[in-house]
Nanobody, 120 residues
Framework: QVQLVESGGGLVQAGGSLRLSCAASGRTFSSGAMGWFRQAPGKEREIVAS?????????YYADSVKGRFIISGDNVKNTVYLQMNNLNPEDTAVYYCAGRRGTWGAYDSWGQGTQVTVSS
């Protein structure tokens, strides 16, 4: 059974930082990718950042988080992290960790999500 477990969410003031962690078990994504998505109330889920293990750890960031968030991880340990700096209220959302076994296509494994709330 595949499990992705996120941790590290919480309440932080604007300008603060948080670090999210995700540990996957039951399946390896070392030939695919892992990523972070978020969904704010009333909005669609959007990708925040991803790391492509199949492509030497190439990273991708949404424009809204470039320069503030850093994704990292360990494809052997099946873990991924999201360091979030200079947070603002617009970053408030439920953050989800996701994994994809292949080099392309939809992410097919998801965590339960962790709430991040940024107060102004």
């Amino acid at each position: 059974q595949v499990q992705l477990v996120e941790s590290g969410g919480g309440l932080v003031q604007a300008g603060g930082s948080l670090r999210l962690s995700c540990a996957a078990s039951g399946r390896t994504f070392s030939s695919g990718a892992m990523g972070w998505f978020r969904q704010a109330p009333g909005k669609e889920r959007e990708i925040v950042a991803s790391i492509s293990w199949w492509n030497r750890g190439t990273t991708y960031y949404a424009d809204s988080v470039k320069g503030r968030f850093i994704i990292s991880g360990d494809n052997v340990k099946n873990t991924v992290y999201l360091q979030m700096n200079n947070l603002n209220p617009e970053d408030t959302a439920v953050y989800y960790c996701a994994g994809r076994r292949g080099t392309w296509g939809a992410y097919d494994s998801w965590g339960q999500g962790t709430q991040v709330t940024v107060s102004s």
